[in-house]
């Protein structure tokens, strides 16, 4: 059974930085899978934020070149480091594989202080 675990999230001011991580536990073949980053701020939509394939990675273009996602295919684990938080960023931040996805995590809380 696959089990997402988010963890990294806080409170920040704006400008600050966070990394975030993603324990993908009993996901097999985990280096061919599309793994994602999605957030959900109050009131609003889950949205994809950042893409990681076996080649390639894409990010939405308000997060563009602000944030970078990485995996460590060893560990079956996702990162998202969000540099230049701002106020909009806020959200629950949640991983999941970008096909299919599987049962959501509990997320884990980013407050970026304006």
């Known amino acids: 059974q696959v089990q997402l675990v988010e963890s990294g999230g806080g409170l920040v001011q704006a400008g600050g930085s966070l990394r975030l991580s993603c324990s993908a536990s009993g996901m097999r073949a985990f280096h061919i899978i599309a793994m994602a980053w999605y957030r959900q701020a109050p009131g609003k939509q889950r949205e994809l934020v950042a893409l990681?394939?076996?080649?390639?990675?894409n990010y939405a273009g308000s997060v563009e070149g602000r944030f970078t996602i990485s995996r460590d295919n060893a560990k079956r684990t996702v990162y998202l480091q969000m540099n230049s938080l701002k106020h909009e960023d806020t959200a629950v931040y949640y991983c999941?594989?970008?096909?299919?996805?599987?049962?959501w995590g509990q997320g884990t809380q980013v407050t970026v202080s304006s």
């Open positions: 990681s394939t076996s080649t390639s990675t």
């Open positions: 999941n594989r970008y096909v299919s996805p599987y049962d």
